[in-house]
């Protein structure tokens, strides 16, 4: 099993060539298969999660959520970003206290947002900028620090914003940027100008970029968000709906063999086990 250091060499390297993909496991069985497939890290989703737990997003203690990550990071010999929403505080000493515990769980990377989850909707800029900063310092120099700009996802979609945001916060320290919601192939070459040579990561939900368009376009990263999360929750929701207002059962017949399952999971603590 490699160590802490090892994941992180390999996470902060994955970051400078090329274009990777960085799905986003809700629990520890699926970031097991997700290892299996051939991915070189993971991220955590904080609304996979909360889904799970039967929350709304962002509506996960801080304590939970931290348990959680540990257990991602436990489970898989891959490296591990953390969505690690706001940081779960507003002032930078709060962010920066938070940062060393989530780096205490062992992750490779974390993310930090700019949204204040109320009535606001962004942090002014300089408060967001000292936040940064005080991740930064939190994380170490090992740690790969992603820094949000949240625009597009709180009802501001202005592209210009999102730009000097993302600057403002690469000068603060942040390694990676990321504006979840821009959707356009011209706002995200925007960015990837405007923030050049810094690696950005772009959120894809749907079937409308493939991961060579990306990669062509120069983005770094790419991550699925709470995607895959909800597609589990899509088969789930459709097959129990059907039971319940049909009485129907053919919908089960989608379903990944019991066989297969056990069997991958099986293999998969025995190969652990014997290291």
Do not use: Q
Not at 160 to 175: F, M, S, V, W
Not at 204 to 219: M, Y
Request: glycine share 10%; with cysteine; hydrophobic share 45%.
């Amino acid at each position: 099993m490699p160590t802490i250091t090892e994941k992180r060499t390999v996470f902060r390297r994955l970051h400078e060539t090329g274009c990777f993909v960085l799905p986003n496991p809700w629990s520890i069985g699926s970031a097991r298969y997700l290892e299996h497939l051939g991915f070189r890290a993971l991220a955590t989703t904080s609304a996979g999660i909360a889904f799970d737990l039967g929350l709304p997003d962002n509506a996960v203690p801080p304590d939970v959520m931290l348990a959680h990550i540990t257990a991602i990071v436990e489970a898989t010999d891959l490296p591990v970003n953390a969505d690690f929403e706001a940081g779960y505080a507003d002032d930078p000493e709060g962010v920066a206290a938070n940062v060393r515990r989530c780096v205490a769980t062992g992750v490779a990377g974390l993310s930090i947002e700019d949204s204040t989850r109320d009535d606001r909707g962004l942090y002014e800029l300089p408060l967001a900028v000292d936040r940064i900063r005080a991740a930064r310092a939190a994380a170490g120099a090992d740690v790969v620090l992603t820094a949000r700009a949240e625009c597009f996802l709180v009802g501001r979609p202005e592209l210009d914003e999102a730009i000097r945001r993302l600057r403002a916060y690469a000068d603060a320290g942040a390694d990676c940027l990321y504006a979840p919601g821009i959707g356009t192939r011209e706002h995200i070459e925007a960015v990837l100008e405007a923030v050049a040579p810094k690696p950005v990561n772009v959120l894809v939900g749907g079937g409308k970029f493939t991961v060579s368009d990306l990669a062509a376009l120069g983005v770094r990263r790419i991550s699925v968000g709470s995607a895959l999360a909800r597609t589990s929750w899509g088969g789930f929701v459709r097959a129990a709906r059907a039971i319940a207002t049909t009485g129907r059962l053919d919908a089960l017949a989608d379903s990944t063999p019991f066989a297969e399952l056990n069997a991958f999971f099986g293999e998969y603590v025995e190969r652990r086990g014997a290291r």
